[in-house]
């Protein structure tokens, strides 16, 4: 525990303001205590809500290590558990923290964990919390409201377990068709997106940010989405950020609204722009980005937190993953460092190394003062946030509330509202699907079907059949990899030809999971009726195909009628592929039968 005459330090006195106590407690840190609050680090919840040791899995020091020997007091939960044990951890985490030299709690961060995507770059499936649409639904539905009514659910429900900070919104503009991370934005449009990310902002910081709200972190500066080609700067392959329009402006429009909605904190990409009046280096390294724009030009004056591993190497799962640290692959780790740092980074993801950045100050390369300037940004959202006044949560109250049912039927009143009907019957429509059917099904889970109906074994015994499908890519070779979905928008020959056989032998609606657009004008052409999911359950789909639910999605992005469409648009433009088969804000309403 921290010492007597600590224990009575004017930073422990919530009667003073933010800025005494920050000043208080950083005049008394060392610098290895400074250093440490510069790196935001990965943390797995052991066996039973202990406190983990060494991870193999992502090479992850053990948590006391990095708690009382490195001073790192931010890391992102990865996974999770159930409420209760989640919020032992937590409380164990957090005096484990208490007992070193100054007692500064632990913050905890959590990328999306309240939806159907699992990808341990990005995000987690809902688990034991409620589940709702990803982002692509959120703007699907189109609605303030229920952007708001998700963030306040979603920060009661982290709040509960002592999850403090949102490694989202993800506020990029889907221009580029094929980008492997569209399925986390709000879609192609900045002015929806601009729209959404306010509401979902306030509803997770709450009007004012304090001990009741979970801070943001918005993402990617200064925009994501123009990608060649499409593929993903997690990857080498993928580093590059083009801008063929010199659209390079209109990606800055999300994060204008986000500036305004008060975002607490902003995350740059590992892209690096291409063709453009800034530095050729990754956005995390590029002073014209993070100092010049986002700083002086916008003003933002909270924390700047780098994406993961752009600094060293790193390994998950047992295959090596290159640092991101695209354009500067010449530096040594140490010397990244210091370039982000004199860029205008304040914390790095996925980074353990304090000691570095101790021998950057004792060499001379960067003054401590620097170091004090990010300290300050770090200190001051952990006193806003209350973690020094109450850092504790109560096991019973995550009990009670995560996953409670008016939350849970929220997230499922909003799978449905999201689904989006793109065609109903060439001359007259099938949906909503009558009376009890014969019912053939693909991809469903037959004991939920038959709620429904009869299940038949082929489609020539059915009335009708339902085939879920998702939105084709092109598998890569690592493991990693195969979570970003990226290449080719159309279907392989042999799945094709396996939906249209069905379409072929009885009347088919076709459900397709889309994370990205899809090339799909042959199931159009062939299928009963079409529709669009962005994560929703078969219970949810199968709700509103009969009825018992309505059905509001309307397409956040163009669907493309071919590849060439694809290859000639110029990624960084917004709604640029020639002909698309439908037009973003396209939907049928199917309204609930009474």
Aim: charged share 20%; proline share 7%.
């Amino acid at each position: 525990m921290p010492s007597a005459s600590t224990r009575t330090s004017p930073y422990l006195d919530p009667s003073l303001s933010t800025d005494e106590r920050v000043e208080d407690l950083l005049a008394r840190m060392t610098l290895l205590e400074k250093a440490g609050l510069f790196f935001h680090q990965m943390i797995e919840i052991g066996d039973n809500g202990t406190l983990s040791g060494p991870s193999t899995t992502y090479a992850l020091p053990g948590t006391e290590d990095m708690l009382l020997n490195k001073q790192i007091n931010h890391f992102n939960v990865l996974h999770g558990s159930d409420p209760r044990t989640m919020a032992e951890w937590h409380n164990r985490i957090q005096e484990c923290a208490l007992s070193s030299r100054l007692g500064i709690p632990v913050t905890l961060s959590t990328d999306p964990r309240h939806a159907f995507t699992d990808n341990p770059g990005a995000s987690f499936t809902a688990g034991s919390f409620s589940q709702w649409p990803e982002s692509l639904g959120l703007a699907a539905i189109g609605d303030e409201n229920t952007v708001r009514e998700f963030a306040d659910i979603a920060r009661q429900e982290y709040l509960a377990v002592g999850l403090r900070v949102a490694l989202h919104p993800q506020i990029d503009l889907a221009t580029e068709p094929r980008w492997a991370r569209i399925g986390g934005t709000f879609g192609e449009d900045a002015e929806l997106t601009s729209r959404l990310l306010t509401a979902y902002i306030k509803g997770f910081q709450t009007d004012q940010l304090g001990a009741e709200g979970v801070a943001t972190m918005v993402k990617h500066f200064p925009g994501g989405g123009p990608q060649k080609d499409g593929e993903d700067p997690h990857f080498p392959y993928g580093r590059e950020q083009v801008y063929p329009g010199g659209n390079f402006d209109h990606h800055l429009l999300p994060f204008e609204a986000a500036f305004e909605a008060g975002a607490s904190q902003v995350m740059p990409y590992y892209g690096m722009p291409v063709g453009t009046q800034y530095e050729e280096v990754a956005f995390g390294f590029n002073k014209g980005i993070i100092t010049g724009l986002l700083r002086e030009k916008y003003g933002f004056e909270g924390i700047v937190c780098a994406d993961w591993n752009l600094i060293h190497d790193s390994v998950v799962w047992g295959e090596p993953q290159a640092a991101r640290a695209w354009g500067v692959e010449h530096l040594s780790p140490s010397h990244r460092l210091a370039k982000a740092i004199s860029a205008g980074v304040d914390q790095f993801g996925g980074e353990h190394c304090p000691e570095l950045l101790v021998e950057l100050v004792n060499s001379g390369r960067l003054s401590e003062t620097r170091i004090d300037i990010s300290a300050r940004r770090v200190l001051r959202e952990k006193f806003i946030l209350g973690l020094f006044d109450n850092p504790f949560v109560d096991p019973d109250l995550a009990a009670s509330t995560v996953a409670k049912t008016a939350f849970l039927e929220a997230g499922y009143d909003a799978q449905c509202q999201s689904l989006t009907v793109l065609t109903n019957g060439s001359e007259s429509t099938v949906l909503p699907i009558t009376g009890q059917p014969q019912i053939y099904v693909s991809n469903i889970d037959p004991a939920v079907a038959a709620q429904y109906g009869t299940i038949t074994e082929t489609p020539e015994q059915a009335d009708i059949a339902v085939v879920r499908i998702k939105a084709p890519f092109e598998p890569r070779q690592g493991a990693f990899e195969q979570f970003f979905h990226a290449g080719s928008l159309e279907f392989p020959p042999e799945d094709l030809a396996e939906v249209l056989g069905i379409c072929s032998r009885v009347p088919t609606i076709v459900d397709i999971y889309l994370d990205r657009p899809a090339i799909i004008p042959e199931i159009v052409h062939r299928a009963a009726a079409v529709v669009a999911n962005y994560g929703a359950s078969d219970e949810a789909l199968l709700d509103v195909l009969f009825g018992r639910r309505t059905a509001r999605g309307r397409l956040p992005f163009d669907l493309p009628s071919s590849t060439r469409a694809v290859e000639a648009s110029r990624a960084d433009v917004p709604f640029d592929t020639d002909a698309p088969l439908f037009r973003f804000g396209h939907g049928l309403t199917l309204h609930r039968v009474d």
